[in-house]
């Protein structure tokens, strides 16, 4: 007998509103005054790119809102070659350690792949993702 998601056993996923659920929280980072919104741990000073979070994910200590810089240096960089969602081939993907704070996900002005470190600059969001270029010897590209 086949069982729907989330009805009558407890789940880890949640459905969402769509299918009766608890709505889920977009978990992407945003800017706030030119700077990526968050919280920081308290106790542990752990950093995440995520607001309303109750608790911190790495000692579950108390968080307070923080802000952190918009530049940083990649983690990892890929051109994605497939359409995914709205956005068509090829756009460029990174993972950005922000110069005070967390790991996040950025999408690339060029569809290119990067050098491991180089320094990026978050300039906006598009449909609600983050998107950043890269600085090139204090110009940017």
């Given at each position: 007998m086949a069982t729907e998601?989330?009805?009558?056993?407890?789940?880890?996923?949640?459905?969402?509103a769509a299918v009766g659920g608890l709505p889920v929280a977009d978990s992407r980072p945003s800017l706030v005054d030119g700077q990526v919104g968050g919280v920081r741990c308290t106790t542990c000073r752990y950093p995440v790119a995520q607001t309303g979070i109750p608790w911190c994910p790495a000692c579950y200590g108390p968080v307070e809102p923080a802000r952190f810089a918009a530049t940083g240096a990649a983690w990892s960089s890929t051109v994605v070659q497939i359409p995914v969602g709205t956005r068509r081939p090829p756009f460029g993907l990174a993972y950005l350690d922000l110069d005070d704070g967390p790991?996040?996900?950025?999408?690339l002005a060029e569809p290119t792949v990067l050098p491991l470190g180089a320094r990026l600059r978050i300039t906006g969001l598009d449909?609600?993702?983050?998107?950043?270029?890269?600085?090139?010897?204090g110009v940017e590209k």
């Open positions: 998601l989330g009805v009558g056993r407890p789940t880890k996923r949640r459905p969402g790991r996040v996900l950025v999408h449909d609600g993702d983050l998107t950043a270029v890269t600085i090139e010897k």
